[in-house]
Structures are given as structure tokens and as C-alpha cells.
């Protein structure tokens, strides 16, 4: 299978971050993986860094992958306007935020770090708010881009490793 890692394209002027070479530097990666034969390829978080225009220039790029296709969600995915964020895991094909697929003996299991998150929900919703309770009763200060695993995804987690058990897979 094939891995790519924050491409975090952004129509922004250049810093540390070199925002504007990811399409390129995508463009390649898609080519090179192309011609080998893979199982699959995934993403694994940041696609974009900033503005939901940004899905538009490498989402495009992605999709030209023969293999099957499959995202991690990444903190600056949720760069976007808040009306927009609830729609992130659409845009990127995802029919869930967390997720598992089987291949050739193993388990893949896909979770969401932004489950807990200041990033990915609109302030002032239910689940902001709930980030934010979450934030304030750590003992150690995070940073605000910092999310988490709720005990939700928890409990989906060890369902979802039994269910690999039971059926002889690693997970």
C-alpha cells in the first residue's frame, strides 16, 4: 500500500511551510504510485492547511490514484470556515470520521484525533464546548490545535479489535 503524509496545500505566500509546492510535489507522489500495484493508498491527515477552496486544487490530484482511496482527518483539514467544517469528511469521501477496512490479513484501523477538538467543530457548538471542558480539566496545559479520542471511539475501538480477533486478523 501507499502512504502520503501532510500535503497541507494552501494558496499562501511561502514560510517554513512551502504551501504552494504541494501541488507538485502531489502531483509526482500520485504518478509514482501509479505505477506500481497497490492495494491502496491513504492520506494520512493535514490535505490541506488552510481554506476549503484548497480541497478543490489537490482533491482532484488525490482522485487521480487507480487504487482505492482512504483519508486520515488531520487537525488543519478543519482550517476552514466554521460553517464549513462539519463538511470535511464528506469532501475527502469519508463516510465516517473514524473507520476500519480489511486487507490481505489485517485490520486497518482509521481513528479520529480531532474527535475531542477546538479545530474541527464551530465554536460555540455542543462538541466545541465539550473540547473546551475537556481542555480545562487537563492537568497540563495543550495547545488549542491538540484533540482527542472520546470514549465513544473508545468503546468503537475495542469492538472493532475483537471483531479483527475473531476473524484472525492483525489489526
Known amino acids: 500500500f501507499g502512504a502520503i503524509a501532510d500535503c497541507q496545500y494552501a494558496d499562501q505566500p511561502e514560510t517554513k511551510r512551502k504551501y504552494r509546492q504541494s501541488v507538485g510535489k502531489l502531483t509526482e507522489c500520485v504518478a509514482a504510485l501509479n505505477e506500481k500495484d497497490l492495494a491502496f493508498v491513504v492520506h494520512l491527515g493535514d490535505f490541506i492547511d488552510k481554506d476549503w477552496k484548497s480541497f478543490d486544487v489537490v482533491g482532484p490530484i488525490f482522485e487521480r490514484l487507480r487504487a482505492p482511496r482512504y483519508h486520515v482527518l488531520g487537525n488543519h483539514d478543519f482550517s476552514v470556515a466554521d460553517e464549513r467544517k462539519k463538511d470535511v469528511p464528506k469532501r475527502l469521501a469519508m463516510k465516517s470520521r473514524y473507520y476500519d477496512f480489511s486487507h490481505g ?47 465513544k471511539q473508545v468503546a468503537w475501538l475495542e469492538e472493532t479489535l475483537s471483531k479483527a480477533d475473531a476473524a484472525g486478523e492483525k489489526a
Request: aromatic letters at 12%.
Open 105 to 151: 490479513g489485517y485490520r486497518f484501523i482509521v481513528l479520529d484525533g480531532n474527535d475531542i477538538s477546538l479545530i474541527a467543530y464551530p465554536k460555540g457548538s455542543e462538541q466545541y464546548k465539550r473540547a473546551e471542558a475537556f481542555h480545562r480539566a487537563l492537568k497540563r496545559p495543550s495547545p488549542s490545535w491538540n484533540g482527542a479520542v472520546s470514549d
